[in-house]
């Protein structure tokens, strides 16, 4: 492993103080081994980015995780606890809340009602205790209290009142990030937290996502937009068909010509000239033609 | 026969104990669809169990009346457990057929010949409400308001089942409002999400099937006292579908819904009934166009074009708000 190669971007690195660690985390659909991870660690307190092209195993992995998707084999730990085979909700309440690509906000319930549906150990989620509003409503008011702090803090105390589903996309993955927060995570998950955002909101975006790491909290999420991932991040691991394939501080991992090949392909970062456009087009065009000499031959 | 005698009657049925009964089948389903979302259609089972409890209880093994109407309610946890284990971790399509078929195998099974002894085959249980009887305050000679009558004994369970009914709405109007019932709304708007952010999914929605399962079986229970009878075409499949016709109309996730539902699609299916009954008695509508044979059928074709209005043009029901159904929920 790291070990041998000696590489600063060699995969499965271990870290000084990691919060989470996998071990042969394998999922497979079918013959796909969608994700086939030897060793995984996350340091406390820092941003990780996830990439990877499209089809790597990424959000797979981030479902294995939190519990989402079964692994076929794999053990994890959070915080030196064991995470697999646990539910979803228990994940959560563990400290490792994660939020979706396609965001999930709750349409048909009003912003502060997400957040405060966020909160945990609610004494009037009880069944019986929910007809008594005194046994709750302290706690409630508090809680609502946090929610307001933390809309405002996203910019969002002025939708407070509007159904969640009138958000736009952008607002609503503040609105995602936000709730998630409710639940006080020491690990926060961001799937894709960019994704379908305009650029003037990812500005901002990326600006409370680093609050995050300032105010203690570890941060994993998964991202397609290099500069973005070269802005904030403190260590990038990327994948590749199910693989961890590389892992380091975003500017070597960047500079690795395996990663840039296994990741982006080969010519990645060199734009079309016209001459080169030209040349591919009388490539394909030769190509074609003697696709149909071919066919005429044969016929 | 005259035209007031069809609107009084039609008044009759609306505030009547059938209107009563599907108003609280309602509200049992309104914590199923409306609240929770799930799809279910096997709310009959829950007040066939019900109904069945108490009847084979006082007639077969001849119990006390009251006993039986707690095991009654009982039983519907029960069938809410059993229905729920398996089904609950499901999509919310395959919660609709397991319940739909769920629904149709107790009543197979509470109507077979073999079961004659306990359950009464087709013709169910009846002559076990005495003790219920026997409470009725109301004078012998029934209740009139002008054209509308009420006989002693309907008025006496209408009393008890519309009061029962205004209850669970102010119990439920008060777990909806609490953190409790936001559980439940987030469910319904995406399950994954509220997993996310802690709660026990699963463990959320048994409570909500066991809850609206135990007020169904209220409701089935309710309607073995009002007749006096409980037979397995009582809660047949289109049992399920009224009730759910009740709660669209009135609005589903609203806590007076079922009310509102229960009485208006009473007042009309009755009102239709009679109507066209007297219409084509007083040659109103002549005999080529349909005979009173024929008119009697007229009472659902209508019902079901109202439907198809309601829900084009409010689709949010009557309560309903019409902000909500502008957001695509998906």
Not at chain 1, 169 to 193: F, H, S, T, W
Not at chain 1, 249 to 268: K, N, Q, R, S, T
Not at chain 2, 301 to 330: H, K, N, S, T
């Amino acid at each position: 492993m790291a070990a041998e190669t000696q590489s600063v971007t060699a995969p499965g690195q271990t870290k000084e103080n990691a919060i989470l660690v996998a071990d042969n985390v394998v999922r497979t659909f079918g013959g796909l081994r969608a994700v086939d991870v030897e060793h995984f660690e996350i340091e406390r307190g820092k941003i990780t980015a996830l990439i990877g092209p499209n089809g790597a195993g990424k959000t797979t992995f981030f479902n294995l995780l939190t519990g989402f998707d079964k692994p076929d084999t794999g053990a994890w730990t959070f915080n030196g606890e064991s995470l697999s085979g646990v539910a979803p909700y228990r994940v959560a309440r563990k400290g490792m809340v994660r939020t979706f690509q396609l965001t999930k906000v709750l349409s048909r319930l009003t912003v502060i009602e997400n957040m405060r549906l966020g909160a945990t150990g609610q004494r009037g989620e009880k069944l019986l205790s929910s007809v008594f509003a005194p046994l709750w409503r302290d706690q409630e008011r508090s809680n609502t209290k946090r929610a307001e702090d933390l809309l405002e803090r996203f910019k969002l105390d002025a939708k407070r009142d509007d159904f969640a589903g009138s958000l736009s996309g952008g607002q609503r993955k503040l609105l995602e990030m936000a709730r998630a927060l409710m639940v006080d995570p020491e690990l926060i998950m961001l799937d894709e937290p960019m994704a379908g955002v305009n650029p003037a909101l990812k500005q901002s975006l990326l600006g409370h996502v680093k609050s995050l790491r300032d105010e203690g909290r570890t941060v994993l999420f998964v991202e397609h937009d290099m500069d973005m991932v070269r802005d904030i991040s403190d260590w990038v691991v990327v994948m590749a068909q199910g693989k961890i394939v590389a892992e380091g501080p975003p500017d070597d991992v960047m500079a690795d010509p395996a990663v840039v090949d296994a990741y982006l392909g080969a010519h990645h970062d060199t734009e079309l000239s016209f001459e080169d456009e030209a040349k591919i087009v009388a490539e394909a065009e030769a190509e074609i033609e003697a696709e149909i000499a071919e066919t005429e031959e044969q016929s | 026969m005259n035209w007031l005698d069809v609107l009084s009657g039609a008044v009759e049925q609306a505030l009547g104990p059938q209107a009563m009964i599907y108003c609280l089948a309602a509200i049992g389903l309104n914590i199923h669809f409306g609240y929770t979302g799930l799809l279910n259609f096997g709310q009959a089972a829950f007040m066939m169990v019900g109904g069945y409890a108490v009847g084979a209880l006082v007639q077969t093994w001849e119990q006390n009346l009251w006993l039986s109407i707690l095991v009654g309610l009982l039983a519907a946890v029960l069938l809410a457990l059993v229905l729920g284990v398996p089904t609950l971790r499901l999509r919310a399509d395959y919660l609709a057929i397991a319940t739909i078929a769920a629904a149709e195998a107790v009543r197979q099974v509470l109507g077979a010949a073999s079961l004659n002894d306990q359950f009464g085959g087709q013709d169910g249980r009846f002559g076990f409400a005495d003790d219920m009887k026997s409470l009725n305050p109301i004078e012998p000679g029934g209740v009139h308001f002008g054209p509308i009558d009420f006989r002693s004994y309907d008025f006496f369970i209408m009393i008890v089942g519309w009061s029962l009914a205004l209850l669970l709405c102010g119990v439920i109007f008060l777990m909806m409002r609490s953190p409790w019932g936001r559980v439940l709304k987030g469910i319904r708007e995406d399950e994954d999400a509220v997993r996310s952010l802690g709660k026990n999914v699963y463990f959320y929605k048994m409570q909500s099937l066991i809850l609206g399962g135990v007020i169904g079986a209220a409701a089935g229970i309710m309607s073995g006292l009002a007749t006096d009878n409980v037979a397995p075409s009582d809660f047949a499949t289109d049992t399920t579908f009224f009730v759910y016709t009740v709660l669209l109309i009135g609005g589903a996730a609203r806590v007076f819904g079922p009310v509102a539902g229960a009485v208006i699609f009473w007042f009309f299916l009755n009102g239709l009934d009679l109507f066209f009954d007297k219409a084509t008695h007083d040659n109103l509508i002549p005999d080529w166009i349909m005979t009173s044979d024929q008119a009697s059928l007229m009472r659902l074709i209508v019902l079901g074009l109202v439907l198809m209005l309601l829900m084009i043009y409010r689709p949010q029901g009557i309560f309903g708000d019409r902000r909500e159904l502008a957001i695509d929920g998906r």
